[in-house]
């Protein structure tokens, strides 16, 4: 494959997250049944929800204290102009009589003397002025290039909230399914089939989308992008499921070299514990950040020669990406962290290579292990 006037804000504590219900989900993420495994990722991604939701508010804190610094300075700003303003046009009144024309108007060399101490004076207050509105000017664009970065992060939690309570919807509902059908002596076994067909609908509407996403940004892939001469596995971990023709159901079908499969994984998964860290594979430029319909966390990163990489089931709340659209990024940069976002079995991360519309096996540009 070939970055002071009025303190600042106190930013606000950062809400906690219990690391115990976490593991609580994850040692029993094995459970036998489908209704068992729907229940352990609802409670995991009610933990997740309900932390973006704490960290939301606390950026609402955050941006309105923002808010109100940079009105105090605004406001000193704008009484420190009238000001000067005044000195200036004192300063302008006072040199137009000349400390040799005051000497020889009054005979006196001390009303002279006083005269030149006082432009001395004008002067100083000048110039103290001039570096005062310096500083607040400066102070001020600091404060807006946080309050930037904060309305970024709240548009972000805002759609991550949103992408989270959808896919908690689903998997509430489709847990009833299952739970009913047990209590009122259903075939619990065809209800699963049911449930499974939904969730192999959902994958596959997601996978259509990111198709559509990394076809779109390969076809504006510029020649501004670094040289990917250098490429490093994106994170450590176990490959539990290759590149290629699968037999697992959930998977979409695919056509690959001419070939038509019904069941095609398009990437390899690599199995890791929640929160490991996931780096950047190629040097490139982040094309996306954000969920895909089934709530999958993704960043896209374009790559020259129209080549992108997908980074799929991200965290995203105690650990969300820390690139964002835009970004140009090196081999080896933090990227986000392993979660368990959009349709999964266990936290792993679903890596992706494309060029355009052509899939590319991995391990054919990874180095060897």
Do not use: C
């Not at 040799?100 to 108007?105: A, G, I, M």
């Not at 400066?138 to 759609?159: G, I, N």
């Not at 198709?211 to 892939?221: F, K, S, W």
């Amino acid at each position: 494959m070939t970055g002071s006037p009025t303190a600042s804000p106190t930013a606000s504590p950062a809400p906690t997250l219990s690391p115990a219900e976490i593991e609580a989900a994850q040692s029993r993420i094995a459970a036998a049944s489908l209704l068992e495994r729907l229940e352990i990722v609802v409670m995991q991604a009610q933990v997740e929800r309900r932390y973006v939701d704490e960290r939301l508010a606390a950026v609402v804190v955050e941006r309105a204290a923002l808010e109100t610094t940079l009105g105090t300075l605004r406001a000193r700003e704008s009484e420190r102009r009238t000001l000067l303003a005044r000195v200036l046009q004192l300063a302008y009144r006072q040199s137009r009589t000349s400390t040799l024309q005051v000497l020889l108007e009054t005979g006196s060399l001390v009303d002279a003397v006083k005269h030149n101490e006082s432009l001395a004076a004008i002067t100083s207050h000048e110039q103290t002025l001039l570096i005062e509105l310096r500083t607040l000017a400066a102070e001020q664009t600091r404060l807006r290039d946080s309050l930037v970065a904060t309305e970024a992060e709240l548009r972000a939690l805002t759609e991550t909230l949103g992408a989270k309570d959808t896919r908690i919807a689903k998997l509430i509902g489709r847990a009833t399914r299952l739970a009913e059908a047990a209590k009122a002596g259903r075939d619990v076994s065809r209800v699963e089939v049911e449930v499974l067909k939904d969730l192999a609908l959902e994958i596959a509407r997601a996978h259509e989308e990111s198709l559509g996403l990394m076809a779109e940004i390969a076809q504006r892939t510029g020649v501004a992008l670094p040289r990917a001469d250098r490429v490093l596995w994106p994170t450590r971990g176990v490959v539990t499921q290759e590149f290629g023709p699968s037999s697992l159901a959930l998977e979409p079908g695919a056509t690959y070299q001419g070939v038509a499969y019904a069941h095609f994984h398009d990437g390899i998964d690599i199995a890791a514990p929640l929160g490991t860290p996931v780096l950047v594979a190629a040097a490139g430029r982040v094309a996306f950040v954000g969920h895909l319909s089934d709530g999958a966390m993704i960043v896209i990163v374009a790559h020259e020669g129209g080549i992108v990489t997908l980074y799929g089931h991200l965290d995203d709340a105690a650990l969300r990406p820390s690139v964002r659209v835009g970004d140009l990024v090196e081999p080896g940069d933090h990227l986000g962290a392993i979660g368990m976002t959009g349709v999964t079995t266990g936290p792993h991360l679903h890596f992706v290579v494309r060029r355009g519309t052509e899939a590319i096996d991995p391990r054919s540009v990874l180095p060897p292990r």
